[in-house]
């Protein structure tokens, strides 16, 4: 597994960036004297993901997880809605979840910049996604174990796969907000984000007990999938934020309903529109 040294280069910004498949030294556990002190005074961002897992393992709703355990990075009246995990009062400013002999309470639904710990990626300046060792090795005894690593495998052992496929659908939401500049957006758009990202509880009843369903032609597994399975759900959230905000064919237009606007219209629109294509989505696990 050793790595050749010519794997990891120093980057212009300050850090050492290696590949998927550079090696770095890491282990954490009890045994190791820093251990959880990292999990104090630290500004995690939780994903929709994240807050998914979290009040599902809590047992509790999303509204309660958000009101209990977040607080909001944007302006209430600007930016796509971003939370952060609330640290406790403590001189520490400890993690809610972590005590210094236990360790995570959470641990097996840890959010992604948990898993990520000690390293972090960032998009390289040609467009490339960089690594690079986050955590301090002042600090970070962890880095000092005999324990090497591969990117490849660190990844693949904190379970981040489904992560950056969800993550990717996510991302081009947010990177369209990017393009859009710092400009406020209207308060419909804040509440549509907060309800398919951060809801899950009202925006099942939303698909389920508005028009959604008579609008959208979604096959009968889909919609049994939907009313069992909040990643799903979360899935179909992006899909639908991409549709009304970004104007992608992420989701299929009953016929009916096409035809019900052509004649409104007094047109017919071409089979190549858009509001026809069959949308090119992964298929529901079941």
């Given at each position: 597994?050793?790595?050749s040294e010519s794997s990891i280069k120093p980057a212009a910004r300050?850090?050492?960036?290696?590949p998927v498949h550079g090696t770095f030294n890491f282990k954490c556990g009890?045994?190791?004297?820093c251990f959880t002190s990292c999990c104090g005074d630290v500004t995690i961002i939780l994903t929709p993901y994240d807050i998914l897992r979290l009040k599902n393992r809590l047992d509790i709703s999303?509204?309660?997880f958000i009101d209990q355990y977040t607080l909001p990075l944007t302006k209430s009246d600007q930016g796509l809605p971003v939370f952060v995990l609330k640290m406790?009062?403590?001189a520490d400013k400890r993690c809610p979840f972590v005590s210094s002999d236990k360790g995570c309470a959470v641990y097996s639904e840890r959010p992604w910049a948990c898993r990520m710990f000690p390293m972090d990626t960032?998009?390289?300046e040609e467009g490339e996604e960089e690594y690079f060792v986050a955590a301090d090795p002042k600090k970070c005894r962890g880095l000092e174990e005999n324990n090497p690593v591969t990117v490849d495998e660190w990844e693949k052992g904190q379970g981040l796969d489904i992560y950056k496929d969800i993550e990717f659908m996510f991302n081009e939401i947010t990177s369209a907000q990017r393009i859009w500049g710092d400009?406020?957006?209207e308060g419909k758009v804040q509440n549509m984000v907060l309800l398919a990202c951060?809801?899950?509880e009202r925006f099942r009843k939303f698909v389920f007990e508005s028009n959604f369903l008579k609008l959208f032609d979604l096959s009968p597994e889909e919609i049994d999938l939907l009313n069992r399975d909040d990643l799903e759900l979360l899935k179909l959230g992006f899909r639908w934020l991409q549709f009304g905000l970004l104007g992608k064919s992420t989701l299929p237009i009953r016929e009916e309903v096409i035809k019900a606007k052509e004649k409104e219209l007094g047109i017919t629109l071409p089979k190549d529109d858009g509001l026809w294509k069959n949308p090119q989505v992964p298929p529901a696990k079941k």
């Open positions: 597994m050793k790595e300050g850090e050492s960036i290696m009890p045994g190791v004297s999303s509204e309660d406790g009062e403590d960032r998009d390289g400009h406020k957006l951060y809801n899950t």
